[in-house]
């Protein structure tokens, strides 16, 4: 849904997704950038090949000034080992020691918690992912697919130019 009564058109659908999207904040597994210049929200199954491929280049996506938010978002659905892992995960102490014992073929404690994944999916859905990785930007631009750091940092300078009017 767009409103177009301004000078340009506003999907007004994003702008109500992105208050869900910042709503989940405190669910997210975050990997903070020292120098943060793009904060990027992946989400994320972690029995994804690139999902893993993205994880692995993490300290490459933080040197290059990207912070790095997961939601869950099991592709095999929310009845899947892949979810009851992740709820684990998302349900730990340390979520991100956690998500990186698991992406590093490791296995984590079964936990629970009042985090729902069902909620990342959802989310997830009506952004229109329908495969992982996929890249939500701070705008709600959906960028389905892994891609490199280097070429992600190309990416979102570029955009952020194209988006700020700089």
């Keep these: 849904m767009y409103d177009v009564s301004g000078t340009a058109p506003v999907n007004v659908t994003n702008k109500m997704l992105l208050k869900q999207l910042n709503a989940l904040e405190k669910e997210m597994i975050v990997y903070k950038a020292p120098q943060e210049k793009h904060v990027i929200t992946v989400f994320t199954d972690i029995t994804c090949g690139y999902c893993h491929k993205l994880h692995e280049q993490m300290a490459d996506y ?8 997961y939601l869950a978002f099991p592709r095999q659905g929310l009845d899947s080992n892949a979810e009851k892992e992740m709820k684990a995960i998302w349900c730990a102490k340390d979520k991100n020691k956690a998500f990186d014992d698991v992406m590093a073929g490791k296995s984590v404690a079964p936990a629970s918690c009042d985090v729902d994944i069902a909620d ?4 997830g ?6 495969g992982t990785p996929a890249v939500v930007l701070s705008n709600g631009t959906l960028v389905p697919g892994y891609q490199p750091p280097k070429e992600m940092k190309e990416f979102l300078d570029e955009h952020q130019k194209m988006t700020s009017g700089k």
């Design 125 to 130: 859905v009506q952004l229109g992912v329908s």
């Design 120 to 123: 990342h999916y959802a989310l």
């Design 62 to 69: 933080n040197a290059l000034g990207i912070t790095v938010r």
